[in-house]
């Protein structure tokens, strides 16, 4: 009975430490989760995308079901690319830098092209709930950028979901149209393609952030947050939008919220108790 009880604890503990492999593991001791995009590779040629993998826990969809097996750096600012503007199948996805006048600034975003190929375009990261306990509120940080303008405004719009389908817009009444305070609007449009100019780039970086309180991110499930690449915004035409971006992606849950450093360390002492009674 009394070893029963002890591996029981043991598994208890190792599933509230343990993580699952390729996905973003969200535990009390790490409730926190932060993204750079550094790691992305910037090269004009292509690059193979790996949904979950070469961003563990990040998967890319477009309306149109579009392969999306590769991905292409562009630049934007004193000089221009040929890529930047490309959203042919396998190269809407984008690694991007600003190249100000000493040169690409070294900070890599991740972005794409929407477009009559890919359509509407949708980066969704899955977190998992290892805290061991039902987290209620949790905060989400981003920054956005524009590289390309075109004659159609899009939007990049951000939601949530613990199914994978059913999205939630955040912070707003929002829906498709943008009245969420998460939504990011691109500058104005001109007429044809535009690669943005240095001035202009840094005119469009914006950062966001907000509090999700009331949810029920149950237990050893999925949070999905999904930025959302919208081409056919109302009001708007439809045709290839703007190369957006986004960057610095934070998501954090209040300490109050996870299952606590000490209740770990709790368990794990209890496990040595059990083990040191069954000896005896
Ligand atoms: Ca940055
Ligand atoms: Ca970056």
Redo the contacts with the bound molecule.
Sequence with gaps: MKKTNSVVALLSCAFLIGSLHGQVSITSENPTYEQ???SLVINQLQTPWVDNSTLPGWTVTSSNAVANGNYRAGFAGTSSSATLGDSSSGDFIKSLQINGPSGLDG???FGNRTGSAPGNVFFTLELINNTGSEVSEFSLGYEAAQFLARGENGLLEVSYSFNNVDFTTIDGSGGLGGTSSMSYTPLGSPSSNLILNYAQINESIESFSSTISGASWGDSTSLYIQFAFWRDVPGGSTGNSPVLSI??VTFAIPESNAFSLAGGILCVVLVGVRRLRNRA
Excluded: I, S
């Design positions: 750079d995009f550094q900070d890599t975003r960057d610095d």
